[in-house]
């Protein structure tokens, strides 16, 4: 049997049993392990990428993200090669034969479509997000990204939760609602942006979850896909937009500093990539937004302490706490399966 025998990293697994899993189901040990993982390298990356958009003032938001697809392609295909990681479940590791260089037969390729479109559009509308808000007021409003992911999934499974859950979730929304009143720096088409983050996270989160399940691949086998979808595409829309004559053109493109940090941002947005779909198949799509929240007080002190944030006012910080407090609250409904 393939992969015997091995140690491997721990991946995603589907199964018909957990289609319909309820988001008041206690969180295991694992999926808090995956919970932890996904908040530490999203701090990460905020970091980096807000480095490379604001301090080095770097004007292509797309090639970013095209260098992170690149990375996370290169690293599972060496990291398959040589037989570390499987792209599917272990239950069907035995009895699948596959492609040599693709790895995934191209039915299921196709099956994962969706899920690849999604998961560009949600690479690409986030990275432009960071560009034109500061870190604290990003984090905020991107809380509200748990109200929309619970719209979806109700669309989608007729997902309901509990009044516990919803009570949360309104004060995290409350929040957002009342640090966002006394933004200084207000940019309504800054802000438009980070609303359509929220809607395309959604939507990718609510298919991670549907689609991941049915395909038969882990985590590893849903980033190769994405990869190998979205990676000529992004290609392709950069060159035609001139992004990748203005990036070789860069002042600061032979930086030993910012090539560094584009190193980092690479490398964090593949461990992210992974965190995140661990995380959206082993616990739920509304758990890992929660988990997004959560991470947000680590971010907003370093976002403050790093690129400054907004002016000192009191409303700002109240907003802030509620939303924290809000996400607190769901991770103790959570755990105790309230």
Known sequence: ?????????????????????????????????????????????????????????FPCANVITLFQMICSSILLYAL???????????????STKNIPGIFIPSNTLIRTLPLAISYLLYMLVSMESVRGVSVPMYTTLRRTTVAFTMIVEYVLARQKYSIYVI?????????????????LSFDSYAYAIVFSANICTAIYLASIARIGKS???????????????????LLLWTWACGDLQLTANFSYLSSPGFQVVMLFSCVMAFLLNYAVFLNTTLNSAVT???????????????????FGGLPFD??????QSLGFLGSCTYAFCKIKGL
């Open 1 to 57: 049997m393939e992969f015997k025998d091995r140690k491997t990293l721990p991946v995603s697994k589907s199964g018909n049993d957990d289609d319909r899993r309820n988001v008041s189901s206690p969180m295991t040990r694992t999926g808090v392990y995956a919970a932890v993982s996904y908040m530490a390298c999203a701090v990460l990356l905020i970091m980096f990428n807000k480095a490379a958009l604001s301090s080095y003032k």
């Open 80 to 94: 398959r090669c040589r037989k570390i990681i499987s792209f599917r479940s272990d239950s069907e590791i035995s």
């Open 167 to 183: 009570g949360s979730v309104g004060i995290i929304i409350l929040g957002a609602f009342v640090a966002g009143a006394r933004d």
């Open 288 to 306: 890992q937004t929660i988990c997004g929240n959560l991470k947000d007080l680590f971010t907003i002190g370093l976002g403050w302490l790093l």
């Open 314 to 319: 009191l409303l700002n910080v109240v907003g």
């Open 215 to 233: 395909s038969g691949l882990n985590s590893f086998g849903l980033m190769w896909c994405n990869g190998l979808i979205c990676t000529p595409i």
